[in-house]
DNA sequence: TTCATGTGTAAGTGGAGACTGACAGGTGAA
DNA sequence: TTCACCTGTCAGTCTCCACTTACACATGAA
């Protein structure tokens, strides 16, 4: 994870109305209307907050069809762990370095 | 640590020039002046930068005088450690429930 | 056809926060 | 006295992003 990922992340976890989706997404996937509707918030603000979380790979939306054929945009929390502290974001800075120099290091997740 | 604390956290961290300052500060203490000329950012803004990041509890200023009579206000990073995943952004969110009814855990840190 | 449900996006507003420039004040050295 | 440092703060500007309103377009049911 380099420093602008760590950023995405970051500034996505942080703030209020983010932080209410995941906990509402918490105990298993919502579609967004329905999701709105919980949050007392407009479909085209949370339809920013989404994307916005989904870019920073907290979340996953998946369009599903529903028994009566209507197309519901499911939305569930995406698994993620990470410790922060100075060593990680010295670690995440200096990933940068390696990237510029085209060397992809092959770690997973 | 409550979500107010944790948002305070994530949003101060959630920013290129203060992730850049904290790598900075990483090897050691420095006072402001010389800290904004090798950031190469003005004075005034990096007072701010550091406020946010102070109020967060990620660094300690501390004035100090040096040698010559020079008053220096010195930053050095505050240890710090936090994981972040969906429990402990759950944890935090629960946490506030408790500050309402003013049980205030005695948690350490 | 009309209504209630849903998705998706475009266009505009407002405000918080990032950022600049300028000031006042202190020190020691030339 | 003047210079080269430093701290600390005020008053602006500007940009980004959070947020709203409004639209176009589907579906199934009444």
Redesign the pocket.
């Known amino acids: 994870m380099d420093s602008e990922e760590l950023l995405a992340f970051l500034s996505a976890v942080g703030?209020a109305?983010r932080i209410r989706i995941i906990t509402e997404l918490a105990p298993g996937q919502l579609?967004?209307?329905?999701l709105a509707r919980r949050l007392g918030?407009?479909?085209?603000?949370l339809?920013?907050h989404l994307e916005?979380l989904e870019k920073a790979g907290l979340v996953v939306g998946r369009?599903e069809l529903s028994d009566?054929?209507?197309?519901?945009?499911y939305f569930e929390l995406a698994p993620f762990d990470v410790r922060l502290n100075v060593d990680t974001i010295l670690a995440a800075v200096r990933q940068d370095a390696s990237d510029e120099t085209g060397q992809h290091s092959p770690e997973g997740s």
């Open positions: 703030h109305q579609y967004v209307s329905e918030v407009s479909r085209p603000l339809y920013m916005r369009l009566d054929g209507k197309a519901l945009k």
